[in-house]
């Protein structure tokens, strides 16, 4: 089967001198082949735009780590149930309201991320800016990795798929070229031969 597929492809290559292959198979076969050129050609791009966006994530995330510091935050209420008819069977994240001590030596009280089992009095360790406010945890090299992955992948497969849709409506567009084609000379037979062909 795949060697009937890859035959009929070679015979309608763009260099096929095979006398069947009609201009518009032709014209279809030297899009798909420009599409798969160009599918490949993305690939360092779409590769080079990844490395670009880990190093920059991974170097915003160094200075972060830089400046930002750990420290430990004390409950002072309890968590904040999203339904507190229902307790859960295993403990999830809640926020509650805690407070910890800045650089400068100054509280600062906000809500944070606990287990939903915590209780006044417990602790848990948060991430802090020179000022002493609350912020999130600076992104880690292995994160920043994944996302230049996956921003190379979304690249390549949005350009390989903007490309299949070209192919796909340049087929489209001959199969309905062809149609009319093969009508017209139907008509023209119909005419010469005195014969009435209803489709």
Do not use: C
């Not at 292959?21 to 360092?44: I, K, Q, W, Y």
């Not at 287990?115 to 880690?140: C, F, H, M, N, Y």
């Amino acid at each position: 089967m795949s060697g009937t597929i890859i035959q009929l492809w070679l015979a309608r290559a763009p260099w096929s001198k095979h006398p069947l292959v009609r201009h518009s198979d032709r014209r279809d076969s030297v899009v798909a082949v420009l599409a798969v050129v160009f599918s490949l050609l993305l690939l360092p791009v779409a590769a080079t735009f990844g490395s670009v966006t880990y190093t920059d994530m991974n170097t915003r995330a160094a200075q972060e780590r830089a400046t930002a510091s750990q420290t430990m935050a004390t409950v002072t209420a309890p968590p904040i149930q999203r339904d507190s008819m229902q307790e859960p069977a295993v403990p999830v994240r809640a926020s509650a309201p805690a407070t910890w001590t800045a650089p400068d030596g100054s509280q600062r009280a906000q809500n944070v991320q606990v287990d939903s089992d915590a209780v006044v009095g417990d602790t848990v360790l948060i991430w802090i800016d020179p000022r002493g406010e609350q912020i999130a945890a600076p992104k880690t090299g292995v994160e920043a990795a994944g996302i230049g992955v996956v921003v190379s992948l979304a690249l390549w497969f949005t350009g390989s798929l903007i490309a299949l849709a070209g192919v796909v409506a340049m087929r489209s567009l001959g199969n309905r070229q062809r149609m009319r084609k093969w009508e017209t000379d139907w008509s023209t037979f119909d005419e010469h031969h005195g014969r009435n062909i209803e489709w």
